[in-house]
Every structure is written in structure tokens, then in C-alpha cells.
T-cell receptor, first 115, second 110 residues
Framework: EAQVTQNPRYLITVTGKKLTVTCSQN?????MSWYRQDPGLGLRQIYY???????DKGDVPEGYKVSRKEKRNFPLILESPSPNQTSLYFC??????????????FGPGTRLTVL | RKEVEQDPGPFNVPEGATVAFNCTYS??????FFWYRQDCRKEPKLLMS???SGNEDGRFTAQLNRASQYISLLIRDSKLSDSATYLC???????????FGKGTRLSVIA
């Protein structure tokens, strides 16, 4: 089954404790992306990757890191989480970012709470 | 500046009603357009792409007006299961990240 998986789905942590949210897709997609979703602000892009070893900042990259060592994986790293990073996080992938034929597939989301 | 604007709603409509949402975008050179649907606390899923000539998929019709820089989604014969948030999505240029609107919430009531 074609899918994007994220782990963990739920996480409660404390300020400053490094964490990683994993994202994996089995569709051989070049493009992967991370978003956060907050009430009233909609989906905002954190980082994206056009292909292996290529990553770029989105609209809200501060406090986050990513890596793309393999095509299928795109982990999101919070080196020192803070309460303002409490949010719902989505990973997404597609063959490309803009072609109207290319559906962007989203993972199920990770609900992160930073105390 | 890349902006996608939507009326947040909520739109509360009875079953069987026809409802339409509009979405405006800021760049006339925008290349591709989509409507995504998001159920509460779930991931967004593609509802339909929006083609220049307009397109229909069952009860759903999408239209693009490049001159006025807006796209629309029309839902006919609304069902309870149509209750969700509808996200307008725009690709502003080539192989660049998609820009999402904040969504329009629809509630279909019995």
C-alpha cells in the first residue's frame, strides 16, 4: 500500500530535550516536505527536499533541522524544543512539487506537546 | 508575496444544498491549483486538481478564473460526509513548494 508514515504519532516532551520525528514514504517520490499546522494559521511549510541530499527552508524553519540521506526518509529534528513548537506536524511527499498531475500524499500527523 | 486567501467559514448548510467556496491567489503567473480536503485531526487529502477549462468529479466542480485570480469549488447535493475543511492550494512557479490556504470549514447538517 502506497503511504507516508510518521513516528511517533503523539509525543509529550520537555523544553530542551532533543527529539526526532521520522517520516518515510514507499512511493519512490523525489519531493518531501514538513509542515506544521496551528489553529488560525493553517499549514505552514518548515523544510522541503527536492531530492536526496537537497534540502531547503520553507516559511518557518527556525528551530528545526532536516536531512535527506535516502530517498524514502526525511526526518525532522528539533535540537532544543520549546513550547512554541507545540503543534501538529505533517510530512508529505510527491513526485514533484508543482505538477498538477502529482498528488501530494500526507502522513497521518504527529501531535507534539512541549512543556 | 505568495498568498492564498480563503473565507474560513464555517459554512453551515443543510443536506442536499449546493455550496460554493472561492479562493484568491496573489500571483497571476501561478501554474497549478488544487483543492484538498481535511477531516478533523486528520491529514489533508487531494480532492481534485483544478484545470484551466474547469473540471467536474461527480458532485464536485472546480473552476479557475485566471483574469480575476481565483479558483472555486462547487459542491452539489451536499452530504453529511462532506463536512470537512477544504484547503485551496497553489503552485506559484515551476518546481517550487505548494502554498496552502488556511481552509474553509464546511458543516453539512441533517
Amino acid at each position: 500500500e502506497a503511504q507516508v508514515t510518521q513516528n511517533p504519532r503523539y509525543l509529550i516532551t520537555v523544553t530542551g530535550k532533543k527529539l526526532t520525528v521520522t517520516c518515510s514514504q514507499n512511493m519512490n517520490h523525489e519531493y518531501m516536505s514538513w509542515y506544521r499546522q496551528d489553529p488560525g494559521l493553517g499549514l505552514r511549510q518548515i523544510y522541503y527536499s527536492m531530492n536526496v541530499e537537497v534540502t531547503d527552508k520553507g516559511d518557518v524553519p527556525e528551530g528545526y533541522k532536516v536531512s535527506r540521506k535516502e530517498k524514502r526518509n526525511f526526518p525532522l529534528i528539533l535540537e532544543s524544543p520549546s513550547p512554541n513548537q507545540t503543534s501538529l506536524y505533517f510530512c508529505a511527499s510527491s513526485h514533484s512539487s508543482g505538477n498538477y498531475k502529482d498528488t501530494q500524499y500526507f502522513g497521518p500527523g504527529t501531535r507534539l506537546t512541549v512543556l | 508575496r505568495k498568498e492564498v486567501e480563503q473565507d474560513p467559514g464555517p459554512f453551515n448548510v443543510p443536506e442536499g444544498a449546493t455550496v460554493a467556496f472561492n479562493c484568491t491567489y496573489s500571483n497571476s503567473a501561478s501554474q497549478s491549483f488544487f483543492w484538498y480536503r481535511q477531516d478533523c485531526r486528520k491529514e489533508p487529502k487531494l480532492l481534485m486538481s483544478v484545470y484551466s477549462s474547469g473540471n467536474e468529479d461527480g458532485r464536485f466542480t472546480a473552476q479557475l478564473n485566471r483574469a480575476s485570480q481565483y479558483i472555486s469549488l462547487l459542491i452539489r447535493d451536499s452530504k453529511l460526509s462532506d463536512s470537512a475543511t477544504y484547503l485551496c492550494v497553489v503552485n506559484f512557479a515551476g518546481n517550487t513548494p505548494l502554498v496552502f490556504g488556511k481552509g474553509t470549514r464546511l458543516s453539512v447538517i441533517a
